[in-house]
């Protein structure tokens, strides 16, 4: 499962999450990918993500300016009060780390690094039905791999 949580979050590079709902127990977040969204029929803009039975999740900010203390935020709320763009993912002992940039200046930090394990991870489109990860992975790579005209 840990795999498979990657291999999403590292598919919707420069992705954004934009909304989130629920708790730890059962997290949706919002991604708007809209270079992914149209690969599909319909074309789309938006991407549900549902993480289920979280065991853990941190965020580590990377401060801006570089000399700010850094707090790592816990609470979903300070999570995801920034609109997160990812960049990549990787797995480092067990958990799953997903590079991520942060554009608003309103905030201290320019990005930083979302922390995640979960027992479960299930994907939909924008009118929330279910989307199977072989599916977003295919519009990935029609995209990415689509010859320059």
Not at 14 to 43: M, P, R, S, V
Request: proline letters at 3%.
């Amino acid at each position: 499962m840990i795999n498979e949580i990657r291999d999403i979050f590292a598919t919707f590079h420069d992705g954004g999450i934009i909304g989130w709902q629920g708790d730890l127990k059962q997290l949706t977040l919002k991604i708007e990918c809209q270079y992914l969204g149209q690969e599909f029929a319909n074309g789309f803009e938006n991407f549900y993500v549902t993480l289920h039975d979280i065991e853990h999740i941190e965020f580590e900010p990377w401060m801006e300016p570089i000399t700010l203390k850094v707090v790592n935020k816990t609470r979903l709320e300070d999570i995801f009060r920034a609109e997160l763009e990812v960049g990549y993912a990787k797995i480092v002992n067990g958990i799953v780390e997903i590079s991520c940039n942060q554009h608003d200046i309103g905030f201290d930090y320019c990005g930083g690094v979302l922390f995640i394990k979960a027992k479960g991870i299930e994907l939909q489109n924008h009118l929330k039905q279910k989307l199977a990860p072989t599916d977003l992975y295919k519009a990935s790579d029609n995209y990415w791999n689509r010859p320059l005209s």
